[in-house]
């Protein structure tokens, strides 16, 4: 689509609305665009002014996570946040290499912190185990993820969502919402197994784009949660 617009200006007093050319911007169902902290929509203003003569939709994600939070999550909210909670079952930092004995270090390293932290934060644990073959984790730790889960707003809940699949764990996403982690340290905590196939093997030029951009759609969930907060 050509840019059609001159100017992406904030409008209202909260909620804030975002218009272009004084015409209020609104989600693929038509529903207008408002959103609860004016950080998020001078940043979505900031997306759409950033445009050149043609609109790219992946430089918009921001605003792709507010159509998200409007059109998609707040309709179903309880549903979205049990399907966001289930990765728990799961669980990445749960399922331990069984060698060798370097790999098994570097998950220690990276994943036990978290695995004490959500004993501190919930007061709940995770059952850990070897290998891939699924085991069942507490009901009391899968109760509380989903009550932690279902108390975020659907604005909070959009951006989770890919920080949930891309780490591939419920805790670290939980981690990265109340500011105890960062992109690059939660993307490398998740991604401990390839981080240590590298060093053993070296880079695969043809895995570099889509960790590029699994890094990048990171980067943007977790700056919108950033902007939710004020």
């Not at 959103?35 to 940043?43: I, K």
């Not at 749960?94 to 932290?117: F, H, I, M, N």
């Not at 934060?121 to 891939?132: F, K, P």
């Amino acid at each position: 689509m050509k840019r059609f617009y001159k100017d992406a200006t904030v409008t209202g007093d909260g909620p804030f609305g975002v218009a272009l050319d004084g015409r209020p911007l609104r989600t693929p169902a038509r529903v207008p665009l408002a959103v609860p902290t004016r950080s998020l929509a001078e940043a979505i203003a900031g997306e759409w002014q950033a445009q050149g003569e043609k609109i790219d939709p992946r430089s918009l994600p921001l605003s792709g996570f507010a159509n998200a939070a409007i059109d998609q999550v707040a309709a179903d909210h309880a549903g979205f946040a049990k399907r966001l909670a289930t990765y728990a079952e799961s669980e990445l930092i749960a399922y331990r290499a069984d060698g060798p004995a370097s790999l098994l270090a570097a998950q220690a390293t990276a994943w036990d912190p978290w695995v004490e932290w959500l004993a501190r934060r919930y007061d709940v644990g995770l059952t850990i185990t070897t290998g891939i073959m699924h085991v069942a984790q507490p009901p009391a730790t899968l109760t509380r993820l989903h009550a932690a889960f279902a108390a975020f707003t659907p604005f909070q809940l959009a951006p989770l969502d890919p920080i949930v699949t891309i780490t591939g764990s419920a805790v670290l996403a939980l981690a990265v919402a109340e500011g105890e982690l960062e992109a690059q340290a939660a993307y490398d905590i998740a991604h401990v197994d390839a981080l240590w196939q590298e060093q053993q093997w070296g880079r695969d030029p043809l895995a570099e784009k889509a960790e590029a951009e699994r890094r990048a759609d990171l980067d943007a969930a977790i700056r919108c949660l950033r902007l939710l907060a004020g």
